[in-house]
């Protein structure tokens, strides 16, 4: 047993005989076996001569649910009796809730869902199981989604089906980061990749290809509408087109759940009111996200320079709270000597966490602009990688 999905402060369970259960237990050939455990977090471990030891991941056992008080009452037909026939008479009865109770819990494969008590997961023909009023998925790994009423789990567990015209989707992840998704998709959930899901669509862009590197970035950030097309008619994407500075701090801003900004000053003489960035720039100075490039201007309209994109990135981290894994040793770049003073401490940050890489030549060329496939890249990154 652990005190999270991490497997945090990970015990053997000692305390098995207060339950009257056994632990380790022998089990029949077949491997088949329950256990009454209290609620928390547990990992199920098997060994057999000749095996490999095998282990489940960490799993949610649910409290039970107290407090749910059932009425029954009479309904009166009339005289009579005709059970069954086209005109019953006598007495029938309805199950009604004569207290209210919390939201319900319930476990879909290795997912907790939270329902509300009256909206309980259907178990359809096909196996599948659908959620009238929508409900809340806990992933092991710690990511909570938000789903809409009408989504289907299929029987496999593994694809989460949103209707569409039903809304969006709410993801909150460990690091306290919290996005939307768009309308009518399709969720797969998959513990071997590194946020424990992904999500399916249609392609909308002309100009972004399966076998383009970034085809995957693009698509996340098109999926939890982090950036938006450049034009509709064709569906543009503009990969190669550089980053403007008000729409990084746009991406930051709905990351961290669009925040109500009134009572936030506007120190910026060329952000205006009512612009689409407007927002996101005051809220990103109240929170020392962004100081601007001096003399009381921001340039919400200039390109951003990669190093730039580094250290307001590693800004919006420390604002967050988030801590970033040192996963690989720091090598300096072939062009290192450029890189400005107040961003070698976040490019090297975001090196070691796998965010950012370089190029074929050992560059890194941190004096360009970002395009917006490289923006995409990184904020994909970053968010698997916050803890």
Not at 46 to 55: E, I, M, S
Not at 162 to 175: A, F, L, Q
């Amino acid at each position: 047993m652990a005190d999270d999905e991490n497997g945090t402060n990970a015990r053997f369970w000692s305390e098995a005989p207060e339950y009257d259960q056994v632990n380790p237990q022998i089990t029949e050939y077949d491997g088949y076996y329950a256990w009454d455990t209290p609620t928390g977090w547990w990992q199920v471990r098997l060994h057999k001569d000749g095996y490999q030891d095998a282990r489940s991941v960490w799993l949610p056992v649910l409290p039970v649910q107290l407090g749910v008080n059932l009425e029954m009452k009479q309904i009166d037909t009339g005289s009579g009796t005709n059970p069954g026939g086209s005109n019953p008479g006598g007495s029938t009865s309805v199950t009604t809730f004569d207290k209210e109770s919390d939201d319900k819990s319930t476990v879909i494969g290795v997912n907790a869902i939270t329902t509300q008590d009256d909206q309980s997961p259907i178990t359809n023909d096909d196996g599948s199981y659908s959620l009238p009023g929508g409900g809340t998925f806990t992933l092991p790994n710690g990511v909570v989604i938000t789903v809409p009423a009408g989504t289907v789990v299929s029987a496999d567990r593994k694809t989460v089906t949103v209707p569409k015209d039903r809304g969006v989707c709410t993801i909150e992840y460990p690091s306290g980061i919290t996005i939307d998704t768009r309308e009518d998709i399709v969720i797969l959930i998959d513990g071997d990749i590194p946020l424990g899901y992904s999500i399916v669509s249609d392609n909308p862009y002309s100009d972004v290809k399966t076998s383009d590197f970034f085809f995957d970035y693009v698509m996340f950030a098109y999926n939890h509408e982090l950036m938006v097309g450049t034009n509709s008619n064709p569906m543009t994407f503009s990969p190669n087109t550089t980053t403007t500075r008000g729409m990084i701090v746009t991406i930051l801003y709905r990351m961290a759940g669009s925040p109500d900004v009134g009572g936030m000053a506007n120190p910026f003489s060329d952000v205006a009111d009512g612009v689409w960035y407007s927002d996101a720039v005051r809220w990103a100075a109240e929170n020392g996200i962004v100081y601007g490039i001096g003399n009381g201007n921001y340039a919400p309209n200039a390109p951003i320079t990669r190093q730039d994109l580094a250290v307001i990135l590693e800004r919006y981290a420390n604002f967050m709270g988030i801590t970033l894994p040192s996963a690989q040793s720091y090598t300096a770049f072939i062009d290192a000597a450029g890189i400005a003073n107040y961003a070698k401490e976040a490019i090297e940050r975001f090196f070691r966490a796998g965010i950012i890489g370089g190029y074929p030549d050992g560059s890194v060329k941190l004096k360009g602009e970002a395009t917006r496939d490289e923006v995409t890249t990184m904020m994909m990154r970053f968010i698997e990688a916050a803890k």
